[in-house]
C-alpha cells in the first residue's frame, strides 16, 4: 500500500517542481484607465502592462522576450502603426450614444505608483464638440491571452464623473443617461448637419434642383428623395439589411456621376422623379450608417431615429429652398449651368475612385 501511495505522490511532486504557464509572466496583468475631456477632445490616458501590449500588439518580434532599453525604444518607435491598430479594435467608446473614432498621439514607457513591473502609456484622443450626457467604454483588450487582466478605470468627463473596474466577465464601463429631449435635440441636429457634410447626399440633390424646370417639380423630386430613403434608414438602424458599407458608397457616387451627366447631356427631366426615387434608396442606407454603429437602448432609439429622420428631411427641404433661385439665377449665364453640372460629375467621380481605392 505504501508503494503505490508513493507512486501517486511522486508525479504530483514532480509536476510541483516544474514552473506554469502563469509563471511564464509573473506580474500581475494590470492597466489604469483615465479619461477625460478637455477643449473639445476626450483623452484616453491608458498605462497598460509592457509585457501584454508587446505580445499583443508585436507577437511576431524576434526580440519579444526582450527588455533592454534599445528593444524598448525600438517599440515604441515603431510599433505606433500596430498598436493604434489594436487599441482601436478592442477599446470602443461611445458619447451619448454614437461610437467615436479616434487616434495614438503618444506610446512611450511609463511607471505605476506600487507596481514593480514595466509598463507602456498609450494616449488616444478622441475629437467631440461638447462633454456627453451618457457615455459608453467597451474594452476587449487581453483577455484573449489572458482572462485575469484587470483594468482600472477613472472617468471625469464634465460632470459626468465615475470609477470602475473591468475584468474578463465585465468589460464595459457605463455612465450618464440621456433624457428623451436631449436625444432629440441632439439627433435632429445630427440629421442637419450630416446633410451639409456629407458630398454625396449635397452633390445630388443640388444636380436634381438643376433638372428641375420649377420650383414645384424641384420640391416633388427632393421629396421623393427623401420619402425614399426612410425605409432603408429604418431597415439599417434596426440592422434588418445591411448592405456593405463600400458598396452603398461606390454605388451612391455612381448615382452621382449618371444623374450629373443625364441633366447635363439631355434635359428629358421626367426620369429624374425615377432616379431621385431609387437613388433616395440607396441613401438611406447611406445615412442609416451614421445610427447603425450607436449604442441606444430603449425608447432612446425611437426618439433618436425620428429626430435623425426630421433632422435630414428638414436639410434636404431647406438645401431646395437655397438651390434652386441660386441655379434659377444661374441659368442667365449661359455657361454657368453646364459649367455646374460638370462639377457635380467630376465630384460623383472622386468620391467613386476614392472610395473604390483608398
Known sequence: MRRWILLLLFPIALLGLLPSAVEAHTNSSLAYSDITYEHGMIRYSLKIDLYDLRTTATPEDPDISSETPEVLDRFYSNSKKEVEALLLSKIKLYADGLPLQGRLTQLHGTEVEGETQKFAEAILEYPIGHAPLQFKLDYELVYDGDQWHVN?????????????????????????????????????????????????????????????????????????????????????VLKIVMLPDSFVDVTAALGILYTALHILLSRNEKPLLWLSAAFG????????????????????????????????????????????????????FKRAVPAALSAIALGGLVLLLTDAYL
Open 281 to 332: 434608396l440607396l441613401f438611406g442606407f447611406q445615412f442609416g450608417q451614421v445610427l447603425s454603429g450607436s449604442n441606444l437602448s430603449g425608447s432612446l432609439i425611437a426618439d433618436a431615429t425620428v429626430s435623425f429622420l426630421v433632422g435630414i428631411e428638414a436639410g434636404l427641404v431647406l438645401a431646395a429652398l437655397i438651390a434652386y433661385p441660386a441655379s434659377r439665377f444661374a441659368q442667365r
Open 152 to 236: 482600472y478605470v477613472d472617468l471625469s468627463l464634465g460632470d459626468l464623473q465615475k470609477t470602475g473596474v473591468i475584468v474578463s466577465d465585465l468589460r464595459t464601463l457605463e455612465a450618464g443617461q440621456m433624457s428623451p429631449s436631449y436625444a432629440m435635440a441632439t439627433y435632429l441636429k445630427l440629421g442637419l448637419k450630416h446633410v451639409g457634410t456629407t458630398p454625396g447626399a449635397a452633390l445630388l440633390v443640388i444636380a436634381l434642383i438643376i433638372g428641375s424646370r420649377t420650383l414645384k417639380r424641384a420640391l416633388l423630386i427632393v421629396g421623393t428623395f427623401a420619402a425614399a430613403l426612410v425605409p432603408t434608414l429604418l431597415l439599417s
